[in-house]
């Protein structure tokens, strides 16, 4: 089932959730310090391709929490609200609602990246 969402996800809107996310990572790596902050970008943009099969855990320190904060101020936000709205929008039917759930799923993503990982589901 987990490739069949990938499919009619990536078609009709995960391309553009993915292109979001390596866009504001493009924006990042234009500084050195925004290096670090830009390939977490590009790892999540990656998920935001192909999220059905996959799961987040989230974790991390001080230093994770310090960079999320940098994040809302610069860019996470942004990316949030905009997979919030296409997730409420998806689950007006019932068919959008795993979608919508995938974009609910990247939204937190898009608040907290630092200290998340991705795990595959068996």
Known sequence: MSILGNIVWFIFGGVLAGIGWYLVGLLWCCTIVGIPVGMQCFKFGTLSFFPFGKEIQYGGGAG????????????????????????????CTIIGIPFGMQHFKLAKLAILPFGAEIVYKG
């Open 64 to 91: 994770s929490f310090l960079l999320n904060i940098l994040w809302l101020v610069f860019g996470g936000v942004e990316l949030a609200l905009n997979h919030v709205i296409f997730g409420l929008i998806l689950c």
